[in-house]
T-cell receptor, first 113, second 115 residues
Framework: GESVGLHLPTLSVQEGDNSIINCAYS??????FIWYKQESGKGPQFIID?????DKRQGQRVTVLLNKTVKHLSLQIAATQPGDSAVYFC????????????FGKGTKLSVKP | GAVVSQHPSWVICKSGTSVKIECRSL??????MFWYRQFPKQSLMLMAT?????????EQGVEKDKFLINHASLTLSTLTVTSAHPEDSSFYIC???????????FGQGTRLTVV
C-alpha cells in the first residue's frame, strides 16, 4: 500500500503486479507533464510525457493519465519488475515560463520479489 | 532521448575551496540549462536557469555569488560552488531541454562532499 510520512511516500508492490503512482500538480495553467524515474545516486530519467490536450498516453509498460479537472496525474506501470524500484517524480511545465519544470515530491516504489 | 553529460560524478573538497561542475549537451544545442540541488530523500529544487551568452537567473534564496554559473557555449554550462562549506554538501544535477516545450534531460548528477 501507499504511505506518507516524514520522508518520501513509499509504494510497495509485488513483482508482476501493476503499480499506480499518483501526483497532484499545482498550477491549472500547466500545459505539459513528464514522469521521471530516479535511481539512487543518478539523475532523473525520462519515462513518459503528456500534453494538456490529452488525457491518456501509453508507452511500453507505462501509461500516464491526466485529469485536469482535479489537477491529478498518474503513472501506471504494468507487470512491475524489480528493476522498476526507484523514486518517481512528476514534473509540470507552467506555460509562459522560461522552460523550467516544477517537480513534485516524489514516490519511492519498492518491488518485492 | 537527448544526452546530457555531467562531470564530475562525485567530488570531495576542503572547506573554503571552490568546485566547478560541468554540464554538457552532447547531441543537441541548449540555449538554456537548469541547475538543481537535491537533498537526501527529497525532490529536486531548482537553483538557477543558465542562459547562453547572458546572466543566469537565480531562484529566490539562492546566492548568486556563492553559486556561479557560466554558460559560454550552446553545449556547456558550468556551476562553480565558491568557498564551499559543509552545508553545501549535496547532490547537484543539471538538465537541458531540446526545446522549451519538450522534455528535459538530466545529467548523471554530482555528489559534492565538503569536509
Amino acid at each position: 500500500g501507499e504511505s506518507v510520512g516524514l520522508h518520501l511516500p513509499t509504494l510497495s508492490v509485488q513483482e508482476g503486479d501493476n503499480s499506480i503512482i499518483n501526483c497532484a500538480y499545482s498550477n491549472s495553467a500547466s500545459d505539459y507533464f513528464i514522469w521521471y524515474k530516479q535511481e539512487s545516486g543518478k539523475g532523473p530519467q525520462f519515462i513518459i510525457d503528456i500534453r494538456s490536450n490529452m488525457d491518456k498516453r501509453q508507452g511500453q509498460r507505462v501509461t500516464v493519465l491526466l485529469n485536469k479537472t482535479v489537477k491529478h496525474l498518474s503513472l501506471q506501470i504494468a507487470a512491475t519488475q524489480p528493476g522498476d524500484s526507484a523514486v518517481y517524480f512528476c514534473a509540470e511545465n507552467i506555460g509562459g515560463s522560461q522552460g523550467n519544470l516544477i517537480f513534485g515530491k516524489g514516490t519511492k516504489l519498492s518491488v518485492k520479489p | 532521448g537527448a544526452v546530457v553529460s555531467q562531470h564530475p560524478s562525485w567530488v570531495i573538497c576542503k572547506s573554503g575551496t571552490s568546485v566547478k561542475i560541468e554540464c554538457r549537451s552532447l547531441d543537441f544545442q541548449a540555449t538554456t540549462m537548469f541547475w538543481y540541488r537535491q537533498f537526501p530523500k527529497q525532490s529536486l529544487m531548482l537553483m538557477a536557469t543558465s542562459n547562453e551568452g547572458s546572466k543566469a537567473t537565480y531562484e529566490q534564496g539562492v546566492e548568486k555569488d556563492k553559486f556561479l554559473i557560466n554558460h559560454a557555449s550552446l553545449t556547456l554550462s558550468t556551476l562553480t560552488v565558491t568557498s564551499a562549506h559543509p552545508e553545501d554538501s549535496s547532490f547537484y544535477i543539471c538538465s537541458a531541454r531540446v526545446n522549451l516545450g519538450g522534455a528535459a534531460f538530466f545529467g548523471q548528477g554530482t555528489r559534492l562532499t565538503v569536509v
